[in-house]
């Protein structure tokens, strides 16, 4: 059983997880390991963090929504071909043995972080162009039944995937690939936490505290897009993110 002030923490956990996931991608390097140093085998928190995922993106996608950003139906077709993805990643997840995952992890962790620190900032084109019909439609659907093995697997660091593929491929905007990238997850996330659920890989309690505060998280970041600050995130990330690895390497 956890202490009271361990539940706090968790929503707390889920919140700051859920303005990172949501403005750029990453949380789930925060959630995922916390929720394995709560003593959950790593195959049952990598299910757990499904749930949170699940409904921090639904809040988002509302968010979003509310503003009037969407990418509906791209958003549909290549959220389809991540679901199919999705359930080759995940069974791979349920089956490995937990301490592999760790060390997969923790390296995943590091060359995320790596990525994050050193990525260069990109700029806004005045005029953007979206390319989402044809074969730049073709491509994306093929590309995210990729993304969304991966994503079904671990999904820590989808979010700067994602955001590298679309404005490459289909030159969205920042705010459109963010949009994008909540519905996305959201869709694939529902295949995973359903194998999950079957395979009894869900510590119920626990995903749907930790919930509560990436949803919270999630609608705030959605609603209130910060444009300053990215610095305090990437050390952030850096410092804590890097300690888990190192934590969870030897663990």
Request: glycine share 10%.
């Amino acid at each position: 059983m956890l202490e009271a002030y361990n539940w706090i923490i968790l929503v707390i956990v889920g919140f700051l997880a859920g303005i990172i996931n949501t403005l750029a991608g990453g949380g789930s390097l925060i959630t995922l390991p916390f929720l394995i140093f709560l003593g959950l085998p790593p195959s049952v928190a990598n299910g757990t963090n499904r749930i949170a995922i699940l409904f921090q993106t639904g809040t988002a996608i509302s968010g979003f929504q509310s503003k009037g950003i969407s990418t509906f139906p791209f958003s549909i077709y290549v959220g389809c071909s991540a679901f199919l993805g999705s359930i080759i990643g995940a069974q791979i997840a349920i089956d490995i043995k937990g301490e592999l995952f760790n060390k997969i992890l923790s390296i995943i962790m590091i060359v995320v972080v790596c990525l994050i620190v050193f990525q260069k900032k990109r700029k806004t084109p005045k005029e953007i162009t979206e390319k989402t019909t044809g074969k730049h439609l073709w491509i994306s659907i093929l590309t995210f039944f990729f993304v969304g093995i991966y994503g079904g697997f671990i999904n820590a660091g989808i979010g700067f995937i994602i955001l590298l593929l679309l404005p490459t491929i289909n030159k969205f905007s920042l705010v459109k690939s963010n949009a994008t990238k909540v519905t996305v997850v959201f869709i694939y996330t529902i295949a995973a936490v359903v194998l999950f659920a079957i395979n009894d890989k869900i510590h119920w309690k626990y995903g749907l505290t930790l919930a509560i505060g990436t949803s919270i998280g999630a609608w705030f970041a959605s609603r209130y897009s910060v444009t300053k600050g990215d610095g305090f995130i990437k050390y952030f990330l850096l410092v804590v993110v890097s300690g888990m690895a190192i934590k969870l390497w030897f663990f």
